[in-house]
């Protein structure tokens, strides 16, 4: 099925609404991130960029897909059942004993899942392996991509995998960081400045892009962009808002790893459903 941007963003607002459901019931995890993340994986999986098959998740020729910031899984999850990896209805199993879908994801149980994530720093390397493996070993045409968030920027192992790749041109490999500015204990710009980010992925040999996380085109022209490019692995950094579509979650580091309770969940989805009260006002 292909799907109209507006479409497209009608399902990432209804993947922020899973979110809010998922976390409530769970009652832990991380709103923030996810919430901020929406439109990124909506446009991956439902954008044309992404080639799977949900039947048949472990298809030789699909594209491979990894998680390094495994902390942000429920929007992936949430991406993962409306895709048609498992029912929807399995979402409100969220770190419940005995579900597929753990605080972290873990690829041995999780549909459609590549790798396991939990230590942030890590999923780039796995990425690059894979990427490294289907170019120079398989020589198939599948690609990779890998999903960071710019906290995990601050550890040494992203960087020697950014050197690995950029020396051997892992042309199928797009990486795409969550540039929402905030980490566990406060701002990245206070916690480990990363500016001049850009600069510094182009130095270590990447083809580097700059969007707007929240705006459907801009992803997928991107991601279109990276498929086109033959010398260098990409990398697409995408500003995105924290807590995105939730005004009190909104740019707020607090929200990182908390899970709303009832009262907050019932007005984050009350704002969700009207879009911050557009649609009520529209219909008055």
Known sequence: ?????????????????????????????????????????????????????????????????????????????????????????????LRKLGTRLHGHPHNEV?????????????????????????????????RVYCVMSDGEQEEGQIWEAAMFAGKNKLRNLTGLIDRNNIQIDGYTEDVMPL????????????????????????????CNEAKAIYEKPTMIICHTIPGKGVDFMEYRYEWHGVPPNDEQAKKALEELRTLGGKIRSEHE
């Open 195 to 222: 500016e001049p980010f850009k600069q510094k992925w182009e130095a270590f040999g990447w083809h580097v892009l700059e969007v707007d996380g929240h705006n459907m085109r801009e992803i997928i022209d991107a």
């Open 110 to 142: 999780l549909p459609g899942g590549e790798n396991s994530s939990g230590p942030l720093g890590q999923g780039l390397s796995q990425a690059v392996g894979m990427a490294y493996a289907g170019l120079k070993l398989k020589k198939e045409p599948w």
């Open 1 to 93: 099925m292909e799907y109209t941007v507006k479409q497209l963003e009608e399902k990432a607002n209804e993947i922020r609404q899973d979110i809010i459901k998922m976390l409530l019931a769970a009652k832990s995890g991380h709103s923030a991130g996810p919430l901020g993340m929406a439109d990124v994986f909506t446009a991956l999986y439902f954008g044309g960029i992404l080639h799977y098959d949900a039947r048949n998740p472990q298809m030789p020729l699909r594209d491979r897909f990894v998680l390094s910031c495994g902390h942000i899984c429920p929007v992936w999850y949430a991406a993962l059942a409306h895709a048609g990896f498992f029912p929807t209805s399995e979402l409100a199993s």
